[in-house]
């Protein structure tokens, strides 16, 4: 996935760093399987009219660090000139996740029942822009 190439892109190792478009489709899978069970949790603590529990904070740190990961990858990918082909969508729909978590850690920590549903939309918006630039992505990249 990763490959240390002896060229020179610029004077940082970072910059001759170069990955694999892989990485960040592995990274997707990642991404869409912690959300899927991140989502599922949140739901349940909603609909039951509970806060969240420990493994959902669990879940959602891991969806986190996934999403993080993913987007870093992406860039790096960009910076290495691939992804040119790619709608701008797939960026944004990317991108919206991070908004949620970052809306979820203002305005709903999901400590209080309202709060753990507030939490379930945010989740939700995230998990379907998800899906939605993963799926996007993938239909780009096998064209």
Do not use: C
């Amino acid at each position: 996935m990763f490959v240390l190439a002896d060229n020179h892109l610029g004077d940082g190792r970072i910059d001759n760093l170069i990955i694999s478009s892989s990485a960040h489709l592995y990274t997707g899978f990642a991404v869409l399987a912690t959300m899927t069970v991140l989502a599922l949790l949140v739901g349940r603590h909603a609909l039951k009219g509970e806060p969240v529990g420990r493994s959902t904070h669990v879940a959602l740190a891991a969806a986190v660090l996934a999403l993080a990961a993913q987007i870093l990858l992406g860039i790096k990918l960009l910076d290495q000139g691939q992804g040119i082909s790619q709608l701008y969508i797939h960026y944004v729909g990317g991108l919206i996740p991070m908004g949620s978590f970052l809306a979820a850690g203002w305005f709903a920590r999901g400590d209080t029942s309202r709060s753990a549903r507030v939490l379930a939309v945010l989740i939700a918006v995230g998990y379907v822009s998800a899906l939605m630039a993963f799926f996007i992505g993938r239909s780009f990249a096998n064209a």
